[in-house]
Structure formats: structure tokens, C-alpha cells
């Protein structure tokens, strides 16, 4: 079996991201030079995703932009004698073969994924969010990857995560594993799923972290879902209702640095990590920052 599809929900406000996110989606902002929703779309090509659906909102059109040809420019750079450029520009637009789909009230991420299920018909499916960028090394399988081998492995679907602080748990969804001796296990069995719970409420310390790979019954469950208390449709609800229904849903803890670029703090520390492994830029970044650790340490 093969995953070839995945969804990208791409509609959400950017509101802690404010004012950076009033004209500009927050998918698009860069970690250096490239978009945050670029990385994202090339993690689901190297997993083996060939058809991806982006859930975008009204204000989200330079995405659709970001992923088109732009004649005018690639013409204008090989004018300027920049055929690198030109090439590089055009090559995004054939990244993979990629729609767009409007969500047209923010209804939530369930809300989301429901827009996607024409597109999905009765394939499995993978969905990647645009918050969560994952740096594998070159040597290790993207995090997606991870979770599709997790999902082929067990035959059942998949939620990505990884362990995080017990005091950020109200930010994510949260799992409960069936065995808690198994828990050290790369992949194990969900006995339920809670989402942003408070700390008392907290199940366990493993977040989902935007990685799932999903069977074509979670619209299904998604009908079923109902709203939570911010009007929202969350699809962590409808992963409880189909593992209340008796279907198998696993976690698989995957590797891999996250980062929440959806945060000030995760866009910092991405653009960083990130410009240490920009051999041009490398060097230069390294200096800057010493510079700056000497000067507080005076
Ligand atoms: C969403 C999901 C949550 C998940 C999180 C990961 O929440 O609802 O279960 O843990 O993404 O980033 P959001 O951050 O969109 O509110």
C-alpha cells in the first residue's frame, strides 16, 4: 500500500504572529529565505506524497502564488543573465501537483480536513500542518515518512508525536497510550486522545504534533463531531470517536526537531537551526552569535 495524498490545512489566522500575519499568511512567513509552507510541502515529497490538497482561507492567495509559475519573473531573471534563479523559481510550481480548496468559516482543523474529502475519496491519507516544521537530518526519514511506514506497518491509523513539558499540554492534542509499558516503543496503541486538556486532565505527556496519517472513515466521524466550546470541529474528537467505534489508532513517536512557527520563539530558533546549516551563511551566523553570548556574559 502506498500514500500518495495528504492534506495541508493552511486557513488559520496567524494570530500569534500578529501584526506579521495581517497581509501575510503565516504559512508563508520564511525561515531565512524559504516559506515555512514550502518546507512543509517538500517533508510530503520526500515522504512519497504526490497529491496534496492545501485548505486555504480568503486571505491566503500568495500561497496559491508561491506554488504557480510567475512568468514575468523566471522572464526577467534569465534576462538578467540569473538562469539559477529562474530555474529554482520555477521548479516550486512543479513540486508536486498541488490544489487548493477554501475553507470558508474558520470551523475549526476537523472543519478542515472535511473540506478535503472529494479529494481523498477512499484513500488513505496523510495531513501535515503548516505550524509544525520538523528538521530531520539528511540520513534520517522525514517525520511524515516515519508516520506512513507506522501507518503500513500496523495497518491502522497514525498520530504523530513526541513527548513534550507536562506544563505545555494544554496547548496540543494529547494521547493516552493502551500499555503504559510500551510507551518506550517507537509505535504504540492510543486508548484515547484529549485535546488541550488542562494539566490535571493531561493523559500523558505525548502531544500530536501536525503528523497523521488517516483512513477515509474520518469524515465519517468528522459528521459525527461535534463542536467544542470555541465552535470549533477538532479532529482530535473525531480520532475518539472511531477509536470509541473499536478502530485501532496508533501513535508513532517520530524524530526529528519541531519547531511551533506558529510562536515567536519557534520561528527564532527554526531561522537559526535552520541558518547553521546554510554553508553561506553558516560561518557569519556562528560569529554573530558569539558575539551576542559574549556581550550578555560581559
Ligand atoms: C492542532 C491540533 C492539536 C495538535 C496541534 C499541533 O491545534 O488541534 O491536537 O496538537 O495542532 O500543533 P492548533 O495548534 O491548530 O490549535
Same mark, same amino acid.
Given at each position: ?14 494570530? $500569534? ?16 529565505? &524559504? ?40 522572464? $526577467? ?11 529554482? &523559481? ?11 480548496? $477554501? ?30 516544521? &520538523? ?74 504534533? /501536525?503528523?497523521? &496519517? ?9 459528521? *459525527? ?5 470555541? /465552535? *470549533? ?24 526537531? $519541531? ?20 554553508? *553561506? ?18
Amino acid at each position: 500500500m502506498k500514500i500518495t495524498k495528504a492534506i495541508i490545512p493552511a486557513a488559520g489566522l496567524g494570530t $500569534r504572529l500578529l501584526p506579521a500575519t495581517k497581509a501575510i499568511p503565516k504559512e508563508m512567513l520564511p525561515i531565512i529565505n &524559504v516559506p515555512a509552507i514550502q518546507l512543509i510541502v517538500e517533508e510530503a515529497v520526500k515522504s512519497g506524497i504526490k497529491d496534496i490538497l492545501i485548505v486555504v482561507s480568503q486571505a491566503k492567495n500568495p500561497i496559491i502564488d508561491h506554488f504557480d509559475y510567475n512568468y514575468e519573473l523566471q522572464h $526577467r531573471l534569465i534576462k538578467k543573465n540569473k538562469k539559477e534563479l529562474a530555474i529554482m &523559481v520555477k521548479k516550486i510550481g512543479d513540486i508536486a501537483n498541488i490544489q487548493f480548496v $477554501r475553507q470558508k468559516e474558520p470551523l475549526g482543523l476537523g472543519h478542515a480536513i472535511k473540506c478535503g474529502k472529494i479529494f481523498c475519496g477512499n484513500d488513505p491519507f496523510a495531513v501535515i500542518l503548516g505550524d509544525d516544521v &520538523v528538521k530531520n537530518p539528511p540520513n534520517e526519514k522525514p517525520a511524515l515518512k516515519q508516520c506512513i511506514d507506522a501507518f503500513i506497518q500496523t495497518n491502522s491509523c497514525v498520530v504523530g508525536i513526541q513527548e513534550i513539558e507536562k506544563k505545555m499540554v494544554s496547548k496540543y492534542g494529547i494521547v493516552l497510550p493502551k500499555n503504559k509499558q510500551n510507551e518506550t516503543e517507537k509505535i504504540f496503541a492510543l486508548k484515547g486522545l484529549i485535546e488541550k486538556p488542562p494539566i490535571a486532565k493531561a493523559t500523558s505527556n505525548y502531544a500530536i504534533l /501536525g503528523r497523521y &496519517v488517516l483512513t477515509s472513515d474520518i469524515f465519517k466521524a468528522l459528521e *459525527e463531531t461535534k463542536t467544542d466550546q470555541s /465552535g *470549533e470541529i477538532q479532529l482530535t474528537n473525531a480520532l475518539k470517536i472511531l477509536i470509541k467505534k473499536g478502530k485501532k489508532i496508533n501513535a508513532c513517536r517520530f524524530t526529528g526537531k $519541531r519547531y511551533d512557527l506558529g510562536s515567536k520563539i519557534g520561528l527564532v530558533a527554526a531561522t537559526i537551526d535552520y541558518a547553521l546549516d546554510d554553508q *553561506e551563511i553558516k560561518n557569519d551566523i556562528i560569529k554573530l552569535i558569539k558575539e551576542k553570548v559574549n556581550k550578555f556574559n560581559k
